[in-house]
């Protein structure tokens, strides 16, 4: 009878502790208080020195094509953020401009 109690106490307590794990427990914070953002990336990832680029880089040891950056841009003289739009709206017209589009390879004629 002891022995199923200490059972069931054992199961309930790790069960608990468990529950207790933070969504964020496998990342790391960042905050840049002289440009006042943060972000949180994943435990293993380094920062990169990167010259005349984007503020910051973490890329992940392992795969280091996985990576996340901070491009600070100024807001344009008479505009204000309002203007600009959303942060969604603002990432996607960025993504756009800033990804180049595929790029085809020519098939034997020469043709595209």
Known sequence: MLRRI????????SLSLQSCASATSGLKS??????????????????VQVNDGPDIVFHDLIQETENVSVVISPVPDGKTLEELGSPSEVGYRLSKNAIAPPIRSRSRTGQR
């Open 6 to 13: 200490a059972i069931v106490v054992l199961l309930v307590l």
């Open 30 to 47: 960042y905050v840049d208080s002289l440009d006042g953002y943060q972000f949180l990336y994943p435990v293993g990832w380094v920062p």
